[in-house]
């Protein structure tokens, strides 16, 4: 039985554990040569200095207004989207809709932010060549400056993640006793008030859960699309704490200064391991079961 | 007629006129709403597909918009030309297929003893795995740790690190755990070993959770360009989505891959054109398998909703 387990665990402690201890170059001077053990300790000083620069402020700014947006906008529209799609009678209408816009979730994130570029190419884009019909001349670049970045980011997810996304809820839809609605069809109650007096009480749990588990990574916007995203022009806006991270850590031209990013990183890990512990904690009172 | 056949066609018709009145504006506003949000994600796919079948001077002057305009495969022609797209999808698919198998006989084998009712120490090491998704070393820590091991720049730097997604073992487990104890009593007592008990029937009852484990494995690995780009400078052994972060996004061209008569570089309707066509090119393979493997990817979310 355990020989099962061996190599797997083999490589558990190498690939996530080791990483672990090296993480304690947060509290070092790092240098290779000296190696993760050798390094001269310099206790919090990676951490103050994270605290005192400007990109503290910023970039801890930006990662909460994307998480908060998104949490506003992307977490009840495929609440909506399932309860909507939940009232479709006709079938083939129905596999359609799940069909197309479960598809968008497929695509690497390079080529959805390629796909975005070319959407709203100021020449030859799909947002001029309509509007032109209309004779409107879109003249809008939306990826140069920071004031465009949040929305693009925000609502391109919800282009993406929308169907996919309403999945968990249609399955808690699927679960509900159709008797529920045929009594409540007896009584005389229209179909907006059975959605709203039979479909949204029956996803309510999987709501809580669903919002618990976003409060508890409200300070990890992922590296991928961010990055992809980001241009000299809306730097102020696009740059988040793993981008940064990655920036002073591992880009040439801002010094490689791994104990400052590996700090920054680790500031940021424990952040959310406080929010996801928190989380789950007011969870387990709640609802008596927490995720662990 | 029988009161409960009056019963019936009272409720019936009871039924009926509701349609006929406040339902019907309920029903047209749900359909009208989806119909919308349906065409919103529907025709930027559609613009791509048409853009990627027209001719350049059509794409460079804005004019396609659901339906290919002068159609033909110019942009095809431009990709396939192109040099460095062809050596990168071969090793995207290498990367996908390698990771892939790894992945799975890690998962498995990690997934059927933590998936045993009664064995001994299995809490701890459920627990050493599970707190890996709360906390993590960092991404200087696991640059370090491949560059101690002297794997950048090679292909297990692209593999190796993310070898089991625990969410995954989390679903699996689950999976292996829904296997009736009965027959594993039946055959131990005919005398079947752990090992042979493994791969003679977990294996083939786990067929389901193994396509839903491999298509998110494959994927992950077909849209992964986080690990390449941190990890990768040889460009032998770029995988196809750095490829097109060159061209979508940087809007670069390598002049040392382009091969075709045409000269793709100053022509931007041309470059324009080979984006729509490269992204219809980079996204083939999942788009085919997607009508085949929806089911399992859904079932993926639903098993491992049950776990929270």
Known sequence: MYLFLLLPVVWLLIFKYWPMYGAIIAFKNYRPADGIFGSEFVGLYNFQKFFKSVYFERTVVNTLALSLYSLVVGFPIPIIFALLLNSVRSKTWRGWIENVTYMPHFISTVVMVGIMMRVFDVYTGLVHNVLEIFGIRWTTDMFIGDKNFRNLYIWSGVWQGTGWGSIIYMAALSAVDPQLHEAAIVDGASRWKRVWNIDLPAIIPTITITLILRFGSIMSIGFDKVFLMQNDTNIAAAEVISTYVYKVGLKADSGMQFSYSTAINMFNSIINLIAISTVNAISNRINGSGMW | ?308
């Open chain 2, 1 to 308: 007629m029988s009161i409960a056949k009056v019963g019936v066609s009272r409720l019936k018709r009871k039924n009926k006129i509701g349609i006929t009145t406040g339902e019907k504006v309920y029903y047209f506003v749900v359909n009208l709403c989806l119909a919308v949000f349906f065409l919103l994600i529907l025709g930027p796919l559609i613009n791509i597909v048409a853009s990627s079948f027209s001719d350049s001077d059509a794409v460079g002057k804005g004019k396609v918009l659901l339906w290919p305009v002068r159609p033909t495969l110019e942009g095809y022609a431009a990709v396939f030309s192109y040099k460095g797209i062809w050596r990168s999808y071969a090793m995207t698919t290498f990367y996908t297929v390698a990771g892939t198998l790894l992945n799975l006989a890690f998962t498995l084998s990690a997934a059927y003893p933590l998936a045993r009712r009664n064995l001994p120490l299995k809490k701890p090491v459920v627990m050493l795995f599970m707190f890996t998704m709360l906390f993590a070393g960092g991404m200087i820590p696991g640059y370090i740790l491949l560059k101690n091991l002297n794997m950048l720049n090679t292909v297990w730097c692209m593999i190796l690190p993310g070898l089991i997604s625990v969410y995954n073992l989390i679903v699996c487990r689950t999976f292996i755990q829904g296997i009736p104890t009965d027959i594993e009593e039946a055959a131990k007592i005919d005398g079947c070993s752990d090992i042979r008990y493994f791969f003679s029937i977990v294996l083939p009852l786990s067929k389901t959770v193994i396509a839903v484990l491999a298509l998110y494995y494959a994927v992950g690995h077909w849209n992964d360009y986080f690990s390449a780009w941190l990890y990768l400078t040889d460009s032998k052994l770029y995988p196809l989505q750095l490829i097109l972060r060159t061209i979508l996004i940087q809007n670069s061209f390598d002049p040392e891959s382009v091969t075709t008569e045409e000269n793709i570089l100053g022509n931007k309707s041309l470059q324009d054109l080979l984006k729509y066509a490269l992204i219809i090119v980079s996204s083939a393979p999942i788009l085919i398998a997607y009508p085949f493997a929806k089911k399992y990817f859904m079932k993926g979310v639903m098993v491992g909703s049950v776990k929270g």
